[in-house]
C-alpha cells in the first residue's frame, strides 16, 4: 500500500546518515572485474576423430584482488551465460527505476547503449 510505503520512505529518509554509517562500516565488498579476455578455439581432429571443428570459448577473467580464473564454455553454454548476464542487467535498470531505489540527491550515469 502506498501509505505504508510512504511511512518506510520517513522513517528511513530521517535517520538516513547513522544508516549510510553503519552500512559503510559493515558492508561486504566483493572483488570487481577488471579485464576480461576471450578467445575461440576451434578442434579441428582429435586422435580419435579425423575431423570435428568444434568452436568453444576461452574466457580469462582478472579481478580487483589479483585473482586470474581462466575457464572454457561450449558456444551453447556461452549463450546461456550472455543470455543470463543481460537478463541480470535489465533487472538492475528496472530496479535503478524503481522509486524504492531512488536516493534524493544522487542521480545513476546513462550507460551508452550499444549499436
Same mark, same amino acid.
Given at each position: 500500500?502506498?501509505?505504508?510505503? +510512504?511511512?518506510?520512505?520517513a522513517? #528511513?529518509? %530521517?535517520?538516513?546518515?547513522? #544508516?549510510?554509517?553503519q552500512?559503510?562500516? %559493515?558492508?561486504? +565488498? ?7 579476455q576471450? *578467445?575461440?578455439? @576451434?578442434t579441428i581432429?582429435? +586422435?580419435?576423430?579425423?575431423r570435428v ?7 580469462q577473467? +582478472?579481478?580487483?584482488?589479483?585473482t586470474i *580464473?581462466?575457464?572454457?564454455?561450449? @558456444?551453447?553454454k ?8 543481460a537478463k ?6 528496472d530496479?535503478?527505476?524503481?522509486q524504492l531505489?531512488k536516493?534524493p540527491? #544522487?542521480?545513476?550515469?546513462? *550507460?551508452?547503449?550499444?549499436?
Amino acid at each position: 500500500p502506498a501509505a505504508v510505503a +510512504t511511512d518506510i520512505a520517513a522513517a #528511513i529518509n %530521517s535517520s538516513r546518515e547513522a #544508516i549510510e554509517a553503519q552500512a559503510s562500516t %559493515s558492508m561486504v +565488498t566483493f572483488p570487481t572485474l577488471t579485464d576480461l579476455q576471450w *578467445r575461440v578455439d @576451434v578442434t579441428i581432429s582429435t +586422435t580419435s576423430m579425423s575431423r570435428v571443428l568444434k568452436p568453444s570459448i576461452m574466457m580469462q577473467v +582478472t579481478q580487483s584482488d589479483g585473482t586470474i *580464473r581462466s575457464f572454457q564454455l561450449s @558456444v551453447a553454454k556461452f549463450h546461456e551465460l550472455r543470455y543470463h548476464a543481460a537478463k541480470v542487467l535489465k533487472e538492475m535498470q528496472d530496479m535503478e527505476k524503481s522509486q524504492l531505489f531512488k536516493i534524493p540527491g #544522487i542521480t545513476t550515469a546513462r *550507460r551508452p547503449s550499444a549499436q
